[in-house]
């Protein structure tokens, strides 16, 4: 099982939709969770972290299950900018055997008018 | 307060050549990491330097590439003798403390002709 993965998509939404993407992980021992964003040819930028208990940021909504292993991300209210690759990053408690940051490859978001 | 410095942004070499990539972390981080994202696909980790150590190198190839962070100026990632599959996009990364989350630079584009 890859350390961590992700629905590639893409995922075709209207202006104004909801969607939500999941991202799986396998090493139990991770620590920290966030998601990124990458536009077409850019590099990532930090969105949001993701937090045991949930978190909102705007339209945004972070959660995480670490029963099964889990972190997800909801977009309300979809914007055409809201358009590009979200990547779940988890990092690995120090010292687990795991290498640095994970990235995961990425979900193709495209919000159409 | 500049963001994480990398260039140049855009390198072409012929196969054979060598190519080095800069990269100047953000003030006051000292973690630097390098991942590569080849065409249609995620970043994968190559490298994570510390000033003057390399702390984890499980993801570079163990010939032709090399990395640096010397105590003075910027991390160095070197390819000797590239081949036309070195061609990507090398993006640096760099953060204040060991898994924190990752302030990336724009990336320097990689063609081998």
């Known amino acids: 099982r890859k350390e961590v993965e992700q629905d590639p998509g893409p995922f075709n939404v209207p202006e104004g939709a909801t969607v939500a993407f999941n991202c799986t992980y396998s090493?139990?021992?991770?620590?920290?969770f966030f998601w990124y964003r990458q536009d077409c040819r850019k590099e990532p930028k930090l969105l949001m972290s993701?937090?045991?208990s949930g978190n909102e940021d705007g339209r945004f909504t972070a959660q995480l299950n670490r029963a099964s292993q889990y972190i997800s991300l909801l977009i309300r209210d979809s914007k055409l900018s809201d358009s590009a690759t979200y990547l779940c990053?988890?990092?690995?408690?120090?010292?687990?055997?795991?290498?640095?940051?994970?990235f995961g490859k990425g979900t193709m978001l495209l919000v159409s008018p | 307060n500049a963001g994480v410095m990398q260039n140049p942004r855009h390198l072409v070499r012929r196969r054979g050549q060598e190519a080095r990539l800069r990269c100047s972390p953000m003030?006051?981080?000292?973690?630097v990491y390098w991942y590569r994202q080849l065409p249609e696909e995620g970043l994968k980790f190559m490298v994570y330097?510390?000033?003057?150590?390399?702390?984890?190198e499980s993801g570079m190839p163990k010939e032709r590439f090399s990395a640096e962070f010397p105590k003075e100026g910027p991390s160095i990632l070197r390819i000797q003798q590239v081949v036309r599959g070195d061609s990507a996009a090398y993006f640096c990364?760099?953060?204040?403390?060991?898994?924190?989350?990752?302030?990336f630079g724009n990336g320097t584009r990689l063609t081998v002709t």
């Open positions: 990053v988890v990092i690995p408690l120090e010292g687990s055997g795991y290498s640095t940051l994970t």
């Open positions: 090493n139990s021992a991770s620590q920290s």
């Open positions: 993701v937090y045991s």
């Open positions: 003030k006051g981080h000292s973690h």
């Open positions: 330097l510390q000033k003057e150590n390399i702390i984890d």
């Open positions: 990364a760099s953060s204040p403390r060991a898994n924190s989350p990752l302030h």
